[in-house]
């Protein structure tokens, strides 16, 4: 058994970069992740977003660096995405991209007027964090913090 780099290890979940940063996206299997991945990719191809691309779909790897949080497609998934009921789709997608915002699917529920934005360390990064509870639909609180943070006009 060999050592391994735990930096190095991947993580269920999916990404989508948005502009100049990545959205990560975790949630338990069934939660949607793929579905707004899906959804972010076409609001950009309808022009709603300034771009969007798949960094990786089902497992990624996350990796520290210089104070930001970067975010690869595992390499045997890179550029696949699996839509429910289609299949596994080839699609365009980024081999790395640094994470902006993390937003977790079928999470408990967020108080409903947060008195701070809310935020999660993950690698020792400190990210924004949206936490979306079971059932609830996901893009547009994405598309609500975008906006917020002065991602999408």
Do not use: N
């Amino acid at each position: 058994m060999t050592d391994r780099d735990p930096s190095r290890a991947t993580i269920h979940a999916g990404a989508v970069l948005i502009g100049a940063k990545a959205a990560l996206v975790r949630g338990p299997s069934g939660s949607g992740k793929s579905r707004l991945i899906w959804t972010v990719l076409q609001a950009a191809a309808a022009g709603a977003l300034p771009f969007a691309r798949l960094v990786g779909d089902d497992r990624v790897l996350l990796e520290p660096r210089y104070g930001r949080l970067l975010v690869r497609p595992a390499p045997a998934l890179a550029g696949l995405l699996e839509l429910r009921g289609l299949g596994i789709r080839r699609l365009p997608h980024e081999p790395v991209a640094a994470v902006g915002v993390v937003l977790t699917l079928g999470a408990g529920a967020a108080p409903r007027l947060p008195d701070h934005p809310a935020t999660v360390r993950l690698d020792g990064v400190e990210l924004p964090h949206l936490a979306c509870p079971p059932g609830a639909a996901a893009f547009p609180l994405l598309w609500g913090w975008l906006r917020t943070a002065g991602t999408v006009d």
